[in-house]
């Protein structure tokens, strides 16, 4: 069994990556700015956390060290995004590579491809580091996960409402079917380069959603349309976030809602 390491470790995709590489069997190591408390929710037992910075480089060296494949679920917010999926990959793949690891898995995000979204263009950027690096690389493209599309309806509350984005549709996928698609990749001796899409088992509109989520919560909060603008906007309203020739059989939205109840 390989030894993994989850750089981004302790993120919402991050620990579901290492719950799924842990309950494998694999030797997991998590690099993340902070190491978690035993009892914090982030951290997952049976998991060795190491703490690494990858934009200054600090941390890089020891986290690497003796890893088979590493699995990339980092992030970063703002103008900071750009310097974590640039500066910060390079740094991570360039160690990497003089340690030996042999092989790299970089999560991304479905239809990126020409968005004017500042977020999106860095992700782009960063899957041309990987496949740019010496290591052989794996890259696996979601559609928006089931928790980030209710993070996009809740953005309402302040205002004691759900925003739903016109003329949009989403297909919402399980972090969890991800983390499985993520550790699966890293599993393959195939050969490397690769590029894999999948989406939720569902394309739906986002009113359709946000109708979902306020009576699974049995919320009184009335459903606003607002149009989204800038360059997200336009991705989402083109359908550029969807794939529905890679649907998955997985845990759609209905069912992750009633699950969290």
């Known amino acids: 069994m390989p030894r993994v390491l989850v750089v981004g470790g302790t993120g ?5 990556v290492t719950a799924a590489a842990v ?5 997991v190591v998590v690099a993340a700015r902070r190491a978690p408390d035993d009892d914090a929710p982030a951290y997952v037992d049976g998991a060795q956390y190491v703490t690494a910075d990858l934009v200054g480089g600090g941390g890089l060296e020891e986290a690497v060290d003796g890893v088979d494949v590493l699995i990339d679920a980092s992030n970063g917010s703002g103008k900071q ?12 793949l360039h160690t990497a590579a003089r340690f030996g690891v042999g092989r790299a898995v970089q999560l991304s995000i479905a239809g990126i491809d020409g ?9 782009l950027a960063q899957e041309q580091v990987y496949r ?6 794996r890259i696996v493209r979601a559609t928006q996960f089931h928790d980030f599309v209710t993070a996009v309806f809740e953005r309402g509350r302040p205002f004691g409402a759900l925003l739903a984005p016109t003329g949009t549709r989403f297909q919402p996928i399980a972090v969890e079917d ?3 698609a993520l550790v699966d990749a890293a599993e393959l001796t195939a050969p490397a380069d690769t590029e894999r899409t999948i989406g939720g088992p569902a394309i739906e509109s986002a009113r359709s959603l946000a109708e979902q ?5 049995g919320s009184r909060r009335p459903i606003v349309p607002v149009r989204l603008g800038g360059g997200l906007g336009a991705t989402w309203r083109a359908g550029r976030n969807l794939a ?3 649907a998955i059989d997985g845990v759609d939205y209905a069912a992750w809602l009633s699950a969290a109840a």
Request: aromatic share 8%.
């Open 115 to 123: 968005s004017r979204y500042p977020y999106y263009r860095a992700k």
């Open 132 to 137: 740019e690096s010496p290591l052989a690389t």
């Open 178 to 180: 991800v983390a499985d």
């Open 81 to 92: 995004a750009a310097r974590v999926f640039l500066h910060g990959s390079r740094n991570l």
């Open 23 to 27: 309950e494998r069997g694999h030797e």
């Open 12 to 16: 919402l995709a991050g620990r579901a």
């Open 213 to 217: 989520l306020k009576a699974a919560r």
């Open 244 to 246: 529905p020739e890679h």
